[in-house]
């Protein structure tokens, strides 16, 4: 193991479960992997096709990310090749040639390709030593990138049952990782976990007021470093890499619009440190190995918690700090929203939903961003204060909100629970609205009872007590609407603790007389 490791691949030593892995490959067992990106996935089966007679076949999903494997096998001296369907009849017909005389180490396959019945009766005849599913997480539902062409591996054990098979994943959450493991009829797998913890990485969650000057504040006084800014949209990217030249940054945009020999030079253009900044949409980062990347900006909220760690594991990966900043606003999640509802199957827009929902609780939440991170993807964090995240560095103080919670909610009572949000806080800071007054909303009891705080901080109150399940949104147009919760405060059953923002005036005039 050791001299191939040195031979082939210019290693000394091996990353954390990579021998054990090794070692239960060529003992035959199925195996089931974890491991973070950049974490060494692809040595733990490449280095076992290596040491055992005949050809490991590798499932990928992507031909782009196949193609970079097989020139950088090759480029070590190990013979491998792909097929997909890019491929021609004579380019196939001689790797099928090569596999049947043994002249290739590793096979890098689409699950489309490997499933195709013509293909598993041809490869009956090849000396196979191991399957690799690679993206297994693609087999589940729950997996951020589902492909339903995955599904279709599970009679690899039915149709091998000899041949041992390792699956391998950079995100699984638990959810994820039963279905892996049951789809590939795994059960009786090794199952090697690492941690996901990347403790090089700063977190922190920003309102997205003037999200724009500060973002140019934080890229002003990092004009040395290189990092990427995440868009939701194409015109989103192209919007902010506009301003941002204007501005005067080292910036170019990334995303799918754009076309295929732009992006590749832009790619390069910031890999190689000649610009400092890439604006993007999801589509920048499949396989990039950029190790100096000192921030990553989410200048809009991300569908989910997967892809966040997945681009924020794009920073640091030469082991040295980075910032991972989120601008987070209501106005995204509704936006989200409003595309998940665009999905025609039921179960996959409550999937999106809930994973939108553990998004929000991850930018709201008053506990160490790191840890709720960690807990997503099943790994528990015990550490009291991980020194490197907003909540452990600054920590937000709490303080009995119930009269506060009751104001407000008596509010959304009086109007019926017909209204939104910015009307409700209309009322209770007593504004003169065209609306209000034309529903003659100055009369109600409501009306300037908030008269103790400010707009924007009513504004707060209401958005934490909707996140902490007070209250609840409805409707095409989101209305304000009471639940049980809601009834709890109201009838004096349950307290509840808001958290103490710095501008508010004093609030205890208002508490003690609750
Ligand atoms: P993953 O597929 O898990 O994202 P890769 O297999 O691409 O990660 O490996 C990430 C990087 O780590 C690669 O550059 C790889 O060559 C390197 N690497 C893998 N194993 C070792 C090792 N034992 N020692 C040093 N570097 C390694
Ligand atoms: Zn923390």
Known sequence: MYKILHKYFGYEEFRSHQKDI????????????????GGGKSLCYQLPALLMEGVTIVVSPLISLMKDQVDELRSNGISAACLNSTLGYQESN??????????????????????????????????????????????SEWGQDFRPEYLRLNMLKKKFPDIPLIALTATATPRVQNDVISLLELEDCRRYISSFNRDNLYYEVRHKKDAYKQMVRYLKTHRKYNGIIYCQSRR?????????????????????????????????????????????????GMGINKPNVRFVIHYDLPK?????YQQTGRGGRDGLDCDCI????????YKIEYFINQKSRKSERDIALSKLNMMIDYCESNVCRRKLLLNYFGEDFDVQNCG??????????????TATAKTFLSCVDELNQK??????????TGSKTKKITDKQHDLLESYGAGYNYKKN?????????????YLEVKGKYPVLKLNQKSQNILSGQENVQLTKLSEYPSTSKQDNSA
Not at 111 to 130: A, C, G, Q, W
Not at 252 to 266: D, M, Q, S, V
Not at 419 to 428: C, F, I, K, R
Not at 457 to 469: P, V
């Open 236 to 284: 989103a990217v192209e919007d902010l890499y506009n301003k941002l030249k204007k501005e005067g940054f080292r910036v170019l945009p990334y995303h799918a619009g754009l076309p295929a020999k732009i992006r590749e030079e832009n790619q390069e253009s910031f890999i190689r440190d000649d610009v400092q900044i890439i604006v993007a949409t999801i589509a920048f």
């Open 22 to 37: 090794i070692t239960d490959i060529l003992d035959k067992k199925d195996t089931f992997v974890v491991m973070p990106t």
């Open 419 to 428: 209204y939104g949000l910015n009307h409700v806080v209309d009322v209770l």
């Open 326 to 333: 989120l601008f987070f606003s209501y106005g995204d999640r």
């Open 457 to 469: 901080q009513w504004l707060d109150i209401g958005k934490e007590l909707l996140h902490k399940g």
């Open 388 to 401: 490197k995240c907003d909540v452990c560095l600054e920590p937000k103080e709490m303080t009995d909100g």
């Open 304 to 308: 989910n918690l997967e892809n966040y």
């Open 94 to 139: 001689q790797i099928c040639n090569d596999l049947l005389y043994n002249r290739i180490d590793v096979l890098y396959i689409t699950p489309e390709r490997l499933t195709m019945s013509k293909t598993l009766d041809f490869l009956e005849s090849v000396n196979i030593n191991l399957f690799a599913i690679d993206e297994a997480h693609c087999i």
